[in-house]
């Protein structure tokens, strides 16, 4: 490793392990195997002496790969993807603001800019009724993965494929698949009850 690398990797590094200090992470500074009379010597370090890190040419970190760790950073970056696709093409079918913020927990300023990125328009008043053909061909379809959770319903990729195998605009999945679940509480909570 260059010199220069090597100063930026320890100089990270060093960085990183104040932080740790300053946020009191034992767990992390124990992972990096630094020991209390180093990490009060971390904490010690001033502004200026861990800005001028990358000046002093010297390694004092054995690094490793793990690559048993790697396949799990993998793992959780194809799901954060995943995740993201899916939060972009239900902003794209028009999901409504709620229905982001129960399965995303996406706020309000980030569903309005993403609506605005993508060029998202539609979404002005309430969601259309279905016809009862139309409600209870849905409900046949979805009511087997329907949870008792108003909140959350469907999974986003249920909701998606619902839209596309149906039809049906998201606002009115969101609207149905809530009334529903409510409605399955509801019965659940009755049947629970004392007599």
């Known amino acids: 490793m260059s010199q220069n690398r090597q100063a930026e990797l320890t100089a990270a590094l060093l960085r ?9 992470d034992e767990d992390a500074l124990r992972e990096l195997r630094i020991d209390p009379a180093q990490i009060r010597e971390i904490g010690a370090l001033t ?9 002093v040419c010297m390694h004092c970190f054995e690094v490793r790969f793990d690559p048993q760790r790697f396949q799990v950073l993998l793992g959780r970056l194809a799901l954060a993807r995943r995740n993201q696709e899916l939060r972009l093409a239900l902003i794209e079918a028009d999901a409504p603001r709620l229905m982001m913020q129960a399965l995303f927990g996406m706020q309000e300023r980030d569903y309005s800019r ?6 998202v328009t539609t979404g002005a008043g309430r969601p259309r009724s279905l016809d009862e053909a139309t409600e209870h061909g849905l409900w046949r379809a979805l009511s087997d993965s329907l949870s008792d959770n ?8 249920q ?8 039809g049906i605009s998201m606002r009115t999945l969101w609207s149905y698949t ?8 509801a019965a659940a909570e009755v049947g629970k009850a004392p007599r």
């Open 16 to 24: 990183y392990a104040a932080l740790c200090v300053a946020d009191g």
């Open 150 to 157: 108003p909140r959350r319903p469907l999974e986003p990729d």
């Open 114 to 119: 993403t609506r605005r990125l993508l060029g």
């Open 178 to 185: 809530q009334r529903w679940a409510r409605e399955r509480q």
């Open 159 to 166: 909701y998606l494929r619902a839209h596309r195998q149906h």
């Open 47 to 55: 502004l200026a002496e861990l800005a001028n890190l990358e000046t």
